[in-house]
């Protein structure tokens, strides 16, 4: 991977990032202060396999790997941590409706999820946990919380968290307890002190996921959960924890008050969330009936524009995928893939570091990436950049080792927004795949489209050009533009 010449130290310190905590852009300071490739601490809440991962689960990983590889293109050593919440109340509901295996279950799901995140270059994560192996260890932070007078155990088996004991209860999602008293249901649990209160460890003899513990057999609250994990990966204090925004509140909220009444000190520097996801301007829901599987997801997009979409848009931005917005996009990356192949040998050479030009490139997109991972403005910075080789190659200019380094660090740049790595003809492939159904037709290959732009050259050069037009249009009604050039015939998707 292409490396910045620019000092770590130095660069680090310039990537500002918003923080939900405070609300406010700041310059992100890791807590390892070492000269040299500092480590960076990063802990993202992951999934609870309960069904097939959605769209939504698959945004969410798609926009912290772009977070990710940036701070490692800034040369951070990052250590990125995600959790399986595979003990949860709705997979202990359907250990009991449906009579299946949890754990089978929950690894089923899992490694679907994670094969369908390697389709879109999401990076393997350095370390997966999960909530099984950690039993135990909830255990023993669960007696320290109670030891410490922040939690307590009631008559039925179950402990819950004292939120009256937190001063500071609220502060990520700028809620005091107050208001939030106001808004929680008058539940008429009459074990809690307070309905804000909630549950570390909930007495349950019915899962075989339960165990036992001081308080009777049970199994752990979905917040300790992360709270612990992250205390037996990565410590008591983070740099960045991540989530989506849906889990500010109350998860995230839990997770502070936990893990900060345990260790005495702050969990994480900087929380960061990551924006919703609509469907055709509609929250996806399933009761809305709009609930799209991943893998139904990349089947129908494709992986490698799914991939591109998303980094067009600001990582805590709503995304609203709908039709238009993938093919207003589809031409785009094509005609990425286009230089890519045109070039095909690019690479950056180091003799060429100081090339005028990719130095420049490498600056704005420095610029727009330091502002809070700002993708979209670093996009049209790279298509800029393309905009320019590829105008000069079409007025003929050769393809010198300059270009090639050039092209070379065009490509490695959007391999930091996790772009690029396919290759043009699975870009075709799955582009034709995805005109052809909003089309309702039969997709055509991308050697069948070249096949019937050389029948249509032929028929052009015969003067046939009924036998043309009819090309021409029957290409159309598969999702197929012919663009006509002085160069020649090439294609586009319609
Ligand atoms: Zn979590």
Redesign the pocket.
Known sequence: MLQSKVEYRASARKISIYNTLGGEKAPFDPIDQSEKAPRVTVYV?GLTPQDHSHLGHGLTVMRFDMVRRYLMYRRLNVNFVQ?VTDIDDKIIAKERSLGINPMEMTRRFTDEFYAQAALLHVRPVDKLIRVTEVVPETIRFVEELIRKGFAYATADGSVYFDVSKKDDYGKLSNQNTSMLYESVRKELDKQKRSPLDFALWKRDETSSLSQPSPWGVGRPGWHIE?SVMIHEVLGDHIDIHG?GLD?KFP??EN?IAQSEAYSGGRLANVWMHSGLLNISGQKMSKSLNNFIPLGEGIEYYGSALMRFVVARQHYRSTIDFSDKLFRDNCNSLLEFHRLFARVADAAPQPSLIDDAETTSLMNAFEQAMDNDFNSPESMVVLEQARNKIVASLDKGAEITAEVKHRVGVLRELGHVLGVFFDSLELVETQGLGFVARLLNVEPLKPHEVTALLADRVAARAAKDFARSDEVRNDLAKRGVEVLDSKAGSTWRFA
């Open positions: 809440c959790n992360c989530g889990l998860h995230h997770e």
